[in-house]
Nanobody
Framework: QVQLVESGGGLVQAGGSLRLSCAAS????????MGWFRQAPGKEREFVAT????????YYVDSVKGRFTISRDNAKNTVYLQMNNLKPEDTAVYYC????????????????????WGQGTQVTVSS
């Protein structure tokens, strides 16, 4: 069982930055693929970024490439999402998620693949 707790959300002006953190319980954090998803009001949850168990592979949705960076510190059981040049359309509740890494699943953008989810943290970007 893995428990995930996000933090770092808030209100920021367009062009600003935020860094989200997701702290995981358990001693096997380094065995998990981690992902960030977001859900805006009235919209489906969408993939944002994912990172492999050792951090060597990352993947982003096109709309955040060049602005967001996912990273992880396995010694601290934490995954981060650095968000720069934020836009009003980035406003959403952001969730981190985890799934065990396998030979055939190094990263994944599919929300259905993830077994564990945090409670979410609100990010609001004003124009």
């Amino acid at each position: 069982q893995v428990q995930l707790v996000e933090s770092g959300g808030g209100l920021v002006q367009a062009g600003g930055s935020l860094r989200l953190s997701c702290a995981a319980s358990g001693r096997t954090f380094s065995s998990y693929v981690m992902g960030w998803f977001r859900q805006a009001p009235g919209k489906e949850r969408e993939f944002v970024a994912t990172i492999s168990r050792n951090g060597g592979i990352t993947y982003y949705v096109d709309s955040v490439k060049g602005r967001f960076t996912i990273s992880r510190d396995n010694a601290k059981n934490t995954v981060y999402l650095q968000m720069n040049n934020l836009k009003p359309e980035d406003t959403a509740v952001y969730y981190c998620a985890a799934v065990l890494s396998t030979l055939y699943r190094v990263v994944t953008t599919n929300s259905g693949d993830y077994d564990y989810w945090g409670q979410g943290t609100q990010v609001t970007v004003s124009s």
